[in-house]
T-cell receptor, first 112, second 117 residues
């Protein structure tokens, strides 16, 4: 019940295309869902996050869509660029607690 | 530098040797985490320190793994009698719980790549 399932494991997208990464969770107590972006040789960094009281959050080309009833959330990268090539991790947590449950990661490659 | 730093960046060791990995968190961050990232795997939680509270060691995979945090700042992760399956990137993160509305954003270091031959 503590797992966060992430798919796909890897993704190749043409420049200008839309990248979509999906995550699903079981624990309905989770109320904070961040996405982290990791470039090779670097640690993950917070990209965008959402709470379940909204269905969508947009920051620039990055959008989180959240479906509370389905217990799913997804990251959409619009107009994907080669510089977006990285590994993306979704996570789930309970606000006020310390532990994040991370997905297994998606390696995104955007072709020039 | 205001970020989390880790050393060494790379460590190659022989099976059976002990290794120590170091993490310097962001100044003022009271919470510190260790994670393990294996090839093709997600971020595996290892241990969590928060202030003077007892650490959460629930993620340590075996008693060969231990960690300490001195003076509420620097942390050392020790792996004794290393095995080949210990080969991974070990990431450290720090956060400041209670700020940012309880969202507890974690700031990661660049990691230490451990290779056990």
């Amino acid at each position: 019940q503590q797992q966060v399932k992430q798919s796909p494991q890897s993704l190749i997208v043409q420049k200008g295309g839309i990248s979509i990464i999906n995550c699903a969770y079981e624990n309905t107590a989770f109320d904070y869902f961040p996405w982290y972006q990791q470039f090779p040789g670097k640690g993950p960094a917070l990209l965008i996050a959402i709470r379940p009281d909204v269905s969508e959050k947009k920051e620039g080309r990055f959008t989180i869509s959240f479906n509370k009833s389905a217990k799913q959330f997804s990251l959409h990268i619009m107009d994907s660029q080669p510089g977006d090539s990285a590994t993306y991790f979704c996570a789930a947590s309970i606000i006020g607690t310390y532990k994040y449950i991370f997905g297994t990661g998606t390696r995104l490659k955007v072709l020039a | 530098g205001a970020g989390v730093s880790q050393s060494p960046s790379n460590k190659v060791t022989e099976k059976g040797k002990d290794v120590e990995l170091r993490c310097d968190p962001i100044s003022g961050h009271t919470a510190l985490y260790w994670y393990r990232q294996s090839l093709g795997q997600g971020l595996e939680f290892l241990i969590y320190f928060q202030g003077n509270s007892a650490p959460d060691k629930s993620g340590l995979p075996s008693d060969r793994f231990s960690a300490e945090r001195t003076g509420g700042s620097v942390s050392t992760l020790t792996i004794q009698r290393t095995q080949q399956e210990d080969s991974a990137v070990y990431l450290c993160a720090s956060s400041s719980p209670g700020t940012s509305g309880g969202y507890n954003e974690q700031f990661f270091g660049p990691g230490t790549r451990l290779t056990v031959l």
